[in-house]
């Protein structure tokens, strides 16, 4: 298996609501990423997992939070979101020296 | 630190001429190289990549690039596109200490027919 699945394809979800995004890869890779990606931009990191550790974190607010709960899953769990939080969620995996393999994104939009 | 420019917002070349897109780095040591495609609302698919050794590198889908350390460049080239290569390409570097990567701002490529 040599790419990257996120779930769900589309989500829509109120302010108040709660809701993951969930990222798999089979690779064996080491490190896996999340980022976010507004129309026209390149994608922001936002979280970065090393052997299922949370190694980077880039100022993310708190109703973002990540779970790595095995070294092939990465999740996203969304409350209290704002509609500038709507954009396009990759998530990537690497196991060596920044190659990254990124997943088809979760197209995400926050009434 | 380190930093991409992506000279070119936007390019339009012919189906079936030549291409070259233009990426600039700003870093002190040899850094680690990369070119991404994107289609409208997928993934990014990584081209190629260098790391070290011979400066001009080959791809998917045609494409190539030369790693130039005297002009801290890093182009991407294809010599014959096709319809299907419209789509917005990235360039980005990693120094390799870190899991980051850091993106320029893209080239939206679009091909007339």
């Known amino acids: 298996d040599t790419e990257v699945t996120q779930t769900p394809k589309h989500l829509v979800m109120g302010m108040t609501n709660k809701k993951s995004l969930k990222c798999e890869q089979h690779?064996?890779?080491?490190?896996m990423y999340w980022y976010k990606q507004k129309a026209k931009k390149p994608p922001e990191l936002m979280f970065v997992?090393?052997?299922?550790?949370?190694?980077i974190n880039e100022s993310v607010p708190s109703r973002f939070s990540p779970e790595c709960p095995n070294s092939s899953l990465l999740n996203l769990h969304l409350h209290a979101l704002q509609p500038e939080d709507s954009a396009l969620y990759l998530c990537?995996?690497?196991?060596?020296?920044?190659?990254?393999?990124f997943g088809p994104g979760t197209r995400l939009t926050v009434l | 630190a380190q930093s991409v420019t992506q000279p070119d917002i936007h390019i339009t070349v012919s189906e079936g001429a030549s291409l070259e897109l233009r990426c600039n780095y700003s870093?002190?040591?040899?850094?680690?190289l990369f070119w991404y495609v994107q289609s409208p609302g997928q993934g990014l698919q990584l081209l190629l990549k260098?790391?070290?050794?011979?400066?001009l590198v080959q791809g998917i889908k045609g494409f190539e690039a030369e790693f130039k350390r005297s002009q801290s460049s890093f182009n991407l080239r294809k010599p014959s596109v096709h319809w299907s290569d419209a789509a917005e390409y990235f360039c980005?570097?990693?120094?390799?200490?870190?899991?980051?990567?850091?993106f320029g701002k893209g080239t939206r490529l679009h091909i007339l027919p």
């Open positions: 980005a570097v990693g120094e390799g200490r870190d899991d980051k990567i850091i």
């Open positions: 260098y790391f070290s050794g011979d400066t």
């Open positions: 870093y002190g040591a040899t850094p680690y």
């Open positions: 997992y090393s052997y299922e550790k949370l190694s």
């Open positions: 990537a995996s690497s196991l060596l020296a920044n190659e990254q393999f």
């Open positions: 690779m064996g890779h080491r490190a």
